[in-house]
């Protein structure tokens, strides 16, 4: 299983990121995805998963109604579209697979909103 993020970098207050996280090394159809994010200094953050099948998408509610999740099942790819941004969505932010606990994660990749 290989999960690889891209898309971060910085960004100042009120700007948009899209991050990616395509995948290789199992049938990526068949699972769950999510994103998991962590800010200096502090614990591990749910943001938002998508399901398989019909893929619906939840959100946290700090991320809520900012944050778009989506995926590509012809690309094994999935993505995070991350609007009017705050300072405090400076964090790591972790593609992973599966839902509560997920059983593969990809390196990480930095997003810093800043002036």
């Known amino acids: 299983v290989q999960l690889v993020e891209s898309g971060g970098g910085l960004v100042q207050p009120g700007g948009s990121l899209r991050l990616s996280c395509a995948s290789s090394?199992?049938?990526?159809?068949?699972?769950?995805m999510s994103w998991v994010r962590q800010a200096p200094g502090k614990g591990l953050e749910w943001v938002s998963s998508?399901?398989?099948?019909?893929?619906?998408?939840i959100y946290g509610d700090s991320v809520k109604g900012r944050f778009t999740m989506s995926r590509d099942n012809a690309k094994k790819t999935v993505y995070l579209q991350m609007n009017s941004l705050k300072p405090q969505d400076t964090a790591v932010y972790y593609c992973?697979?599966?839902?509560?606990?997920?059983?593969?994660w990809g390196q990480g990749t930095q997003v810093t909103v800043s002036s």
């Open positions: 992973a697979r599966g839902v509560g606990a997920p059983d593969s």
């Open positions: 090394g199992f049938t990526f159809d068949d699972y769950h």
């Open positions: 998508i399901y398989s099948g019909v893929g619906n998408a």
